[in-house]
């Protein structure tokens, strides 16, 4: 079994910061792409910003220029620095991660955080 625990979230006003963190932890032979995903109330979800093993980045241009994705191989986790909030940023930000274990290759998902961007 594989989880992806993810935290950081919550209320904060436009023009603000918010970083949010995902852990996964259980039966993991390597770790391929990891990214964060989000959706809002009434939209399908969407995709945040991914990185490679090899730390190459790719982000939705909706948010280039204000959000950093990073990762720590050693401790199998994922970080987003979220600058420069707006209202449109409000979602739910779903951890995804492509990993290998004893039954194959898969992708997990965590349970989701909600980040609000409101004054």
């Known amino acids: 079994q594989v989880q992806l625990v993810e935290s950081g979230g919550g209320l904060v006003q436009p023009g603000g910061s918010l970083r949010l963190s995902c852990a996964a932890s259980g039966s993991i032979f390597r770790i391929y792409a990891m990214g964060w995903y989000r959706q809002a109330p009434g939209k399908q979800r969407e995709l945040v910003a991914v990185i490679t093993s090899g730390g190459s980045t790719n982000y939705a241009d909706s948010v280039k220029g204000r959000f950093t994705i990073s990762r720590d191989n050693a401790k199998n986790t994922v970080s987003l620095q979220m600058n420069s909030l707006k209202p449109e940023d409000t979602a739910v930000y779903y951890c995804?991660?492509?990993?290998?274990?004893?039954?194959?290759?898969?992708?997990?998902w965590g349970q989701g955080t909600q980040v609000t961007v409101s004054s």
């Open positions: 995804n991660a492509d990993i290998r274990n004893d039954y194959g290759e898969y992708d997990y």
